[in-house]
């Protein structure tokens, strides 16, 4: 999942700007292979999100 944070620091000049880059917080879903902090919460399938197990479970393929 991408982001965007803006963050004061310190004054820069009137036309600079910095720009900072890092890792998406959390693992690789491996359904929909977003990086989320929700993946591995749930115990019966601890390589995908909570938003992937919520949708297996509405579409029947897993239990709750």
């Known amino acids: ?3 965007v944070e803006l963050i004061a620091g310190q004054e820069l000049g009137d036309n600079d ?3 900072s880059v890092s890792p998406a ?4 879903c491996g359904r929909c292979w977003k990086y989320l902090p929700s993946v591995g919460e ?4 601890p390589g995908i999100c909570s938003r ?3 949708i297996l479970v509405e579409m029947g393929e897993i239990d709750d």
């Open 42 to 45: 749930k115990q019966n399938l």
């Open 17 to 19: 700007i910095e720009v």
């Open 52 to 54: 992937c197990h919520q």
């Open 25 to 28: 917080p959390g693992e690789k």
């Open 1 to 3: 999942m991408s982001r």
